[in-house]
């Protein structure tokens, strides 16, 4: 058996270092998922039925084609084979009869392994990211993605962990953006998904309009093809799309220290949302709910997952507070500094610390090179960027200290030379939006366009807004919504409730 190129120590030293996505090749040749063909999986799940979402290929507005926004049908996979190859008949593909292959793409996303193949279990073993250095993570812990060309995802981010994902067969269009750029990508929680923030700007076809400041966003775009593993750090956006006729790609959200502090933000998120949308009112009638939520509960029960949320994060941060006290002269606080695996920094550790983003040191040296490709960033250029604002032609590259990759796609045969990040630029692009100060600091919503908390840059300001003296007021529950819940905000109010129960000043019941 041909040796990996790296062991699984390894790897967890490089996913420790990684801030920025990239791709590893070489480490899942031997894994019997490869074999998970439409084909196959047709066979194993028998006449099981999974759910599609049904989507337009041609969306008329340029928004995002969210999944409150298309149709659903349950079908067997042999019916969906059927279909991508042409058939038509209802005895041969169902219910894909009703949408013409022209006309439709089908997607069926967010499928949980240990929920589809059940009544397979040996099957989870066929995942093996052991070899990511995960010992006991397998399909059970895995979700699978089937799609035809034109499938995708809306842009957005994920509250929770970071992400692994495999290519199994055909290939998918990952367009990523950093955490720093959130203000550009207009963050949303309509429609709501817990652990999903969305963005409102269609990224292949952005309204610069009403979303200017997307010009000023980076994507890294990169081609995943079959065999090939994807490292998306946290907090980092993506827009997801099919490429082939049939794909499919198996992935798995590695769980942080730090998502303790994020379920207190996904849990206020949800109270509000929940508490505004179910308020009978004239302009409260639209799908906000996505349709992957099961359902609603109560201000109660929402309010009880919060606190269930809070006491675990300070729990968590009790019983570390001793230990962080011999590291400095306060104790653990919310906002404590924490390194890219969510672990607190202890720099008495025996073993060497990861990169401390707020330090001079030099970060580690990543092995990229014919097994490790960065994910190269791409300078946004349609036609519709460069003519309202020419001058973005010039604009410098982030990437510019760094060797990287200029292609969209990672070709096997194409290794380039081995490169060590810009520890300057990884601080800037590995907080943005979500790095919260002392519960102290005054809070300043960044404006749209700047990643600084700013002034937006010249050229922006009020572009497209025209006179607005006399135009009326119009505030809508939504518009309040997503001022509410707008990221800066939940990391703002999160931090001061957890001051608030650390002090002892929260209200007793």
């Given amino acids: 058996m041909t040796p990996k190129p790296f062991s699984p120590e390894e790897i967890q030293r490089i996913l420790g270092s990684l801030q920025k996505p990239a791709v590893f090749l070489n480490i899942t040749c031997d894994w019997p998922v490869l074999l998970w063909t439409v084909d196959h999986l047709s066979r194993c799940l028998g006449g099981k039925a999974v759910r599609f ?35 038509t008949g209802a005895e041969d593909v169902g219910c894909f009869s009703n949408y013409p292959l022209s006309l439709y793409w089908a997607y069926a996303d967010y499928k949980y392994i240990a929920l589809l193949l059940q009544e397979k279990p040996s099957m989870f073993e066929d995942v093996v990211w052991s070899q990511f250095g995960f010992p006991g993570r397998n399909g059970r812990d895995s979700t699978l993605w089937i799609g035809t060309e034109g499938a995708n995802t809306p842009c957005h981010l994920d509250s929770y962990g970071y992400n692994l994902v495999l290519q199994v067969q055909g290939r998918k269009r990952w367009h990523l953006f950093p955490p720093a750029d959130t203000s550009c990508l207009y963050p949303s929680r309509i429609p709501y998904e817990e652990s999903s923030v969305f963005s409102q700007v269609d990224v292949l076809q952005p309204d610069l309009q009403r979303f200017p400041a997307f010009r ?40 942080l220290e730090v998502d303790d502090e994020a379920r207190v933000g996904e849990a206020l998120t949800k109270a509000i949302v929940c508490a505004l949308k179910t308020t009978p009112s004239n302009d409260n009638d639209d799908d906000w709910l996505n349709p992957t939520e099961e359902g609603l509960v109560g ?31 306060t104790p653990a606080c919310p906002g404590a500094k924490r390194d890219s695996r969510g672990q607190a920094k202890n720099t008495s550790s025996s073993s060497p610390p990861a990169e401390d983003l707020s330090s001079s040191s030099t970060p580690s040296t990543v092995p990229f090179g014919p097994h490790l490709i960065p994910v190269a960033w791409n300078q946004i250029t349609n036609q519709e960027t460069t003519e309202q604002n020419p001058k973005n032609q010039d604009r410098p590259s982030p990437s510019r200290d760094c060797d990287i990759i200029r292609s969209s796609s990672v070709s096997q045969n194409t290794p380039p030379r081995p490169v060590s990040g810009s520890r300057a630029q990884h601080q800037h692009e590995g907080e943005g939006m979500f790095s919260s100060g002392s519960a102290s600091d005054p809070l300043v919503l960044p404006q749209p366009g700047c990643r600084d908390g700013g002034r937006p840059p010249p050229g922006d300001r009020d572009q497209g807004n025209g006179d607005r003296t006399h135009c009326p007021v119009s505030i809508t529950t939504n518009d309040l919504l997503q001022c509410l819940v707008h990221p800066e905000v939940i990391a703002r109010v999160s931090e001061l409730l957890m001051e608030r129960v650390w002090s002892g000043t929260a209200t007793t019941p």
């Fill in 216 to 255: 000023h966003a980076r994507a890294y775009t990169v081609t995943l093809q079959p065999g090939q593993v994807l490292f998306v750090p946290r907090h980092w956006w993506h827009y997801v799309e099919s490429v082939d006729p049939i794909t499919i790609s198996v992935n798995s959200w590695i769980e």
């Fill in 299 to 329: 201000h109660d029960e929402n309010m009880r997952y919060l606190n269930l949320a809070v006491g675990a994060c300070m729990e968590k941060r009790g019983t570390t507070s001793h230990r962080d006290q011999q590291i400095q002269d």
């Fill in 53 to 87: 979402r049904m989507g337009r290929r041609q969306h008329e507005k340029k928004t995002p084609l969210f999944e409150t926004q298309c149709s659903y049908v349950e079908a067997k996979l042999e019916e969906f084979q059927s279909w991508t190859e042409g058939q």
